[in-house]
């Protein structure tokens, strides 16, 4: 089909809609059933598991694999990224990111402590598959909707994915409560991990069939072009020594959303550990309320948190949000009840979608005139990536020693403290 003008409704929509598709791996997989899957493994109190010649805190041990796979994004996503500007096709590297999340989702049907290493890399696989999707999904943004649309339309895009993931939690919850027995409700868990994997592969048809390819420069693929995104990177770099704005405002969101995305990627494992909910039942259909509860209030915390920065403007908005992080960060450090996790899940939710989709449209908003969007958006995301290794890493490693997840979370703190004081020193201009 002819390729869609820049702003219009159905390209933009088309766009939105991939987070449709692809947040049913963020909720199902990252934030609820395979958390609640990963700690039924665990029969004993110890909690202890063994995997790359070294005995593991099972908690520390996800944390540490998540770090890592994180760590290959950050170093993969500028060479992929070269590649796609130079042969002209980001569509086709976001392709491939997506089939190799969902077919990592597909293989988790098949995870177990028996077979650990294998188990672990179908994690890896739909991690790096749905974080590299993003580098170029994200790079899209400037090219397919002007700047006064992008706020919103980056709202309605997490939106969605709000909207579609519950709609699939929804089934996966009815499928896992449906039957009485743990062994039952663990095979119904695992069935969930595959329809995470075809929503994700084939809701995303919509979003490829739409979305323009790119300018294809007949270029192929040779030796010297492989480091190109290395040396866009360095462009961007030396591009920020001109930009203060860019550059004050890139510091403040390297340091908040490492700490935003560490406590989203470990939310239910603090849940499922450090909460009292009385009985196993009681705390699979805790945790996974939790989770819909934070889905549910994410949509209304969107779209409140775009109208903010309408109002007042995105970095005064942004101020306003890392504070309330900041305080659940304290709060979390204390809470031990349901009806206290339940609270702290209503204030996360209000919270984030709203920092997040703020933050990337607040991204391209301050961006320089340019058509090199993949770069600076490749730039992002490994300033992204780099920072949840950090925070995985010093998360897991203070759950680690110390033998409590409590400690780890208060440590964020700090990082949203920092991440304020830094986002006052970004120029309006």
Not at 85 to 109: H, Q
Not at 154 to 181: D, R, T
Not at 194 to 207: N, R
Request: glycine share 8%.
């Amino acid at each position: 089909m002819s390729e869609l003008k820049k702003g219009s409704k159905k390209l933009l929509n088309a766009w939105a809609f991939y987070d449709w598709a692809n947040s049913v791996y963020t909720l199902t997989i990252a934030s609820s059933i395979f958390p609640i899957f990963y700690s039924a493994l665990f029969i004993s109190e110890v909690k202890k598991v063994t995997a790359f010649g070294y005995e593991f805190k099972s908690t520390a041990l996800i944390t540490f694999v998540t770090a890592f796979t994180f760590m290959v994004v950050a170093v993969m996503s500028p060479i992929l990224s070269g590649i796609a500007d130079y042969i002209g096709n980001k569509k086709n590297f976001m392709k491939f990111f997506c089939y190799v999340g969902s077919a990592g989702c597909i293989g988790l049907y098949w995870f177990s402590l028996d077979r650990i290493h294998l188990s672990l890399l179908f994690y890896f696989m739909g991690l790096i598959g749905y974080w590299g999707s993003l580098v170029y999904y994200n790079s899209y943004l400037p090219d397919i909707a002007y700047e006064e649309q992008q706020d919103s339309i980056s709202a309605k895009g997490f939106s969605l994915g709000y909207i579609g993931s519950v709609i699939l939690l929804v089934i996966n919850l009815v499928m896992v409560m449906s039957q009485e027995n743990g062994a039952d409700k663990v095979q119904m868990m695992r069935y969930s991990f595959i329809t995470v994997g075809i929503w994700w592969a084939g809701f995303s048809q919509y979003t490829f069939y739409i979305l323009p390819k790119g300018a294809s420069l007949g270029h192929k693929v040779t030796k010297d072009v492989i480091f190109n995104g290395f040396k866009e990177l360095k462009s961007v770099w030396i591009d920020l020594k001109g930009n203060l704005r860019l550059k004050r405002y890139l510091n403040a969101f390297f340091v908040f959303s490492m700490a935003v995305q560490t406590i989203m990627l470990v939310a239910v494992y603090f849940g499922e550990e450090e909460i009292n909910w009385g009985s196993d039942e009681a705390k699979t259909m805790g945790l996974i309320v939790s989770i819909l509860v934070i889905q549910l209030v994410a949509i209304i915390g969107a779209v409140l948190t775009s109208r903010a920065s309408s109002r007042f403007g995105n970095i005064p908005t942004l101020i306003a949000v890392n504070f309330i992080w900041m305080c659940l960060c304290f709060y979390a450090y204390f809470m031990k009840t349901p009806v206290q996790f339940y609270i702290a899940a209503s204030l996360v939710g209000l919270v984030m979608g709203g920092v997040q989709s703020l933050a990337r449209s607040t991204y391209s908003k301050f961006l320089p005139e340019t058509e090199d969007t993949t770069s600076y958006f490749s730039f992002y995301d490994v300033a992204e990536k780099i920072g949840i290794v950090i925070g995985m890493l010093i998360y897991g490693f203070i759950d680690q020693i110390t033998g409590s997840m409590r400690n780890s979370i208060l440590f964020l703190f700090i990082f949203f403290l920092i991440g304020i004081i830094l986002l006052y020193r970004v120029p309006k201009k």
